[in-house]
């Protein structure tokens, strides 16, 4: 019995080694971000090279890598070593973080619980003071001004969000290469809105298409109708607090809107051997509640707008055409 007894914890310890998963295909960063168990032994079983010191005594986790989302136990791990009074490098070493995360974390204070606080105390008696989502100080929405409103125009017309690496979103605003006015004021539209990423402009489809381009983890927050499909299979609507913007500046939206997805042209109708011209705005896409919206921002500017077809709405009457002309006019 006692050989029994004294072999079952080195049975254990391999087993623990074998589950480990090192070397395991799913392990995106296996040279320095290795799956490491910490228990018994601890010392024998860490990746020669990778750890520069004992774990600190008592820690007993494991750590999976294979997924963009950190872990609680990461979070709790960091916590730890950061009250031990390591400094980031030290912890970015021994856990195999990036030392811009632990950076971030210790910052943040991301083991704070920080859910539904609204920025008030939360149960732990701390003050809730980033995004559940994404991490970044807590979002002043109302803040937001009226280029937000047209870059939310331009999102719903033509815009999407690309999840990258880390929850980092890349905005992507597919433009018509022929009007570099809207180009530009786009872009400087995203240079206001997150004043700290880079706007990037490509060109695609032999030049007639430019894609305007930011990424950041801040999208998914600042755009909720992002969501898994296409826009016109899925519900989409103001947030909250998206609505009291829009309705601050319907004008910005309205202009968003047909920079992206509206044309103004001329129609022509004939009558008897008299052919008349008149402007007209036309407003297409394919969502309901994306051209719900678009009337809704109409009528709070008193513009009459009419039902054309499926995907189309036209606002062609004088005055309404007139009204339109005094924010957004023909596309440049
Ligand atoms: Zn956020």
Not at 174 to 183: E, K, Q, T
Request: charge should be positive; aromatic fraction near 8%.
């Amino acid at each position: 019995m006692p050989t029994a007894t004294a072999r079952k914890p080195a049975a254990a310890s391999r087993s623990r080694r074998s589950s480990s998963g090192i070397g395991a295909p799913r392990i995106r960063h296996r040279a320095r971000v290795p799956e490491l168990v910490y228990g018994i032994d601890s010392k024998s079983i860490a990746p020669r090279g990778l750890v520069g010191s004992n774990p600190t005594p008592g820690i007993r986790l494991t750590v999976h890598h294979d997924a963009n989302v950190r872990s609680l136990e990461e979070v709790d791990w960091v916590k730890e070593l950061v009250e031990t009074g390591l400094n980031d490098c030290a912890i970015a070493r021994l856990t195999g973080l990036p030392r811009t995360t632990v950076r971030d974390w210790r910052q943040t204070q991301r083991w704070v619980p920080r859910q539904r606080t609204g920025g008030r105390s939360n149960l732990f008696g701390r003050r809730a003071r980033s995004c559940m989502r994404c991490g970044h100080p807590l979002h002043r929405f109302s803040e937001l001004d009226e280029q937000y409103v047209y870059l939310l125009g331009l999102y719903l017309g033509d815009g999407y969000l690309a999840q990258h690496r880390r929850e980092v979103y890349r905005l992507t605003i597919s433009l018509d290469a022929r009007y570099p006015g809207i180009v530009a004021e786009c872009r400087e539209a995203i240079q206001t809105v997150l004043p700290t990423g880079r706007v990037g402009v490509h060109f695609r489809y032999g030049g007639t298409c430019a894609w305007v381009t930011n990424s950041s983890k801040q999208w998914p927050c600042l755009f909720p109708q992002h969501g898994a499909g296409k826009k016109h299979e899925r519900r989409i609507e103001l947030s909250d607090w998206q609505r009291p913007l829009v309705e601050q500046h319907p004008q910005a939206l309205l202009r968003g809107l047909i920079h992206s997805d509206g044309w103004r042209g001329i129609n022509r109708v004939r009558h008897g051997d008299t052919t008349y011209e008149y402007p007209r705005y036309t407003f297409t896409n394919r969502s309901d509640d994306i051209k719900r919206i678009f009337c809704d921002a109409c009528d709070l500017l008193g513009i009459e707008w009419r039902v054309m077809n499926r995907w189309n709405i036209s606002v062609a009457r004088r005055e309404a055409v007139a009204r339109l002309d005094e924010f957004v006019g023909p596309k440049a």
